[in-house]
């Protein structure tokens, strides 16, 4: 019975197969003198395939306490779609050939997540597996909307009334909502027309949005900040924008993906950095390419 290491621990290949069948078939590890070597996720995978055996009992466990169950689940759904993987840093990347790698990102339920992770650190894919075991993968990619609704500079008095604002005077018309001859406002239009477009995070980034010729309305029903249409002619809102703080818990970014996902929208998450609107869309995906 051949055999092989990985690290410290000791294991032998079942069924009669030698070490150059289990490199040519899995596309995984190495030979070293006479031993296979293989790392920790790559022999995981060779044991629950009942491909190889420990020589000591305590090494399975071992080898999982290495690689973490998560992170482990998101490398065999890869191995088994017949991708090269590999672990490095803290990030998995996967090919299929001479292309260029695909990265991915294992986040836990109630991880937390920077915003500066989102841009600085940008990776294809997140992968999260509940407690129950069932994954779910998220696309992730920078964007920059453009929308088609041609903006001129607005400035009009605002007007407070029964704890509400409303626009006073001739109000371009994707401002406000009609209400008995008067325009009511939300706090974020009010700001904007008001010149006071730096007031918050959320008014810097509404604001942002509107001179790159969105138009934005509320996004309180679906539990962002904002929906946003990309022209006067889209019927529905194409995205969902939230402005996120600059750490979020992870189990709420999943969910806002989760509610745009419902109703076919982009969630998109916001943020200032280094002092300039950055985007980020996730989207939820049924399967990695």
């Known amino acids: 019975?051949?055999?092989?290491?990985?690290?410290?621990?000791?294991?032998?290949?079942?069924?009669?197969?030698?070490?150059?069948?289990?490199?040519?078939?899995?596309?995984?590890?190495?030979?070293?003198?006479?031993?296979?070597?293989?790392?920790?996720?790559?022999?995981?995978?060779?044991?629950?395939?009942?491909?190889?055996?420990?020589q000591n009992s305590d090494s399975f466990r071992d080898l999982f306490d290495t690689v973490t169950f998560d992170r482990y689940v998101a490398y065999e759904i890869l191995k088994n779609k017949g991708y090269r993987v590999k672990e490095d840093s803290g990030l998995i990347y996967f090919r299929k050939g001479t292309e260029k790698p695909l990265s991915l990102r294992v986040m836990r339920e109630y991880d937390r997540i920077q915003f500066s992770d989102l841009v600085e650190n940008p990776v294809d894919y997140y992968f999260t597996v509940d407690e129950e075991g069932d994954p779910t993968v998220y696309s992730s990619q920078e964007i920059f909307p453009a929308g088609r609704n041609l903006v001129s500079p607005v400035s009009a008095p605002v007007v407070r009334m029964g704890g509400r604002s409303f626009g006073a005077g001739d109000l371009e018309w994707w401002i406000g909502t009609a209400f008995h001859g008067f325009r009511l406002l939300t706090e974020n239009e009010a700001n904007y027309i008001s010149g006071n477009h730096s007031a918050s995070q959320v008014d810097m980034v509404y604001s942002d949005l509107v001179g790159r010729g969105c138009i934005v309305k509320t996004g309180f029903k679906y539990g962002a900040n904002f929906r946003v249409y990309l022209g006067r002619d889209s019927q529905h809102a194409e995205y969902l924008v939230s402005v996120m703080p600059e750490e979020e818990r992870w189990y709420s970014i999943s969910r806002g993906v989760r509610v745009a996902s419902s109703v076919r929208k982009t969630m998109i998450y916001a943020s200032i950095y280094k002092n300039e609107v950055r985007y980020v869309a996730l989207k939820r995906v049924k399967d990695i390419i």
């Open 1 to 54: 019975m051949e055999q092989g290491i990985c690290g410290s621990h000791v294991f032998f290949i079942e069924d009669g197969k030698s070490k150059n069948y289990i490199i040519g078939k899995y596309k995984i590890g190495y030979l070293s003198g006479d031993n296979l070597i293989l790392d920790p996720y790559e022999c995981l995978y060779l044991y629950f395939k009942g491909r190889i055996s420990f």
